[in-house]
């Protein structure tokens, strides 16, 4: 079992639609959250993160997170065919190593 | 400005050359990170570097050979390099936290 599971997709939505990211996790010792944006050919660029449990917005982006369940999703509303990115979840346990998701790949239609 | 710069952009290499990867960053950030990301992949983390020394080493081949000149620089030495070594090659900075990790562009390595 990997240490941190996210649906590779693809997710394909209409433009304006609400997008729904999740990942699931398994160690207890992950403390910070973070979601990366990737488009193609370049660098991640970190969207958000999060401390522990709680909800973190920041404009059209919702980050929850619920360490009872090990569970963590990213929100975007009002969708932009310039949100068509691969996705991808981290988490730290304060030990500078980041454990990725697998990535979900998203396209927004026109 | 949470800009991390990664030069060159593109590099084609034949396995025998020599060359370096560079890396930039003006966030007073403490830690440093070059990871190795193949297509559809997530990265991997290569090396870590806190306070400019090596803290971290993921058992990475020695034909790679990092270097931290300054709070500021990180270099990639390549040498001897391998088909299987092309991927897309990520610098990253942080804090001491280590979790808030802001990532350059990438150099696309190509190996002949």
């Known amino acids: 079992q990997k240490e941190v599971e996210q649906d590779p997709g693809p997710l394909s939505v209409p433009e304006g639609a609400i997008v729904s990211l999740n990942c699931t996790y398994s160690n207890s010792a992950f403390q910070y959250f973070m979601w990366y944006r990737q488009y193609s050919r370049k660098g991640p660029e970190l969207l958000m993160y999060?401390?522990?449990?709680g909800n973190k917005e920041d404009g059209r982006f919702t980050a929850q997170v619920d360490k009872s369940s090990k569970y963590i999703s990213l929100f975007i509303r009002d969708s932009q065919p310039s949100d068509s990115a691969t996705y991808l979840c981290a988490m730290s346990a304060n030990d500078y190593k980041l454990s990725f998701g697998a990535g979900t790949t998203v396209t927004v239609r026109a | 400005d949470t800009e991390v710069t990664q030069t060159p952009k593109h590099l084609v290499m034949g396995m025998t050359n020599k060359k370096s990867l560079k890396c930039e960053q003006h966030m007073g950030h403490r830690a440093m990170y070059w990871y190795k990301q193949k297509a559809k992949k997530p990265p991997e983390l290569m090396f870590v570097?806190?306070?400019?020394?090596?803290?971290i080493n993921e058992s990475v081949p020695s034909r790679f050979s990092p270097e931290c000149p300054n709070s500021s620089l990180l270099n990639l030495h390549l040498h001897a390099l391998q088909p299987e070594d092309s991927a897309l090659y990520l610098c990253a900075s942080s804090t001491q936290q280590g979790y808030e990790q802001y990532f350059g562009p990438g150099t696309r390595l190509t190996v002949t």
């Open positions: 999060t401390y522990s449990s």
């Open positions: 570097y806190s306070y400019e020394k090596l803290s």
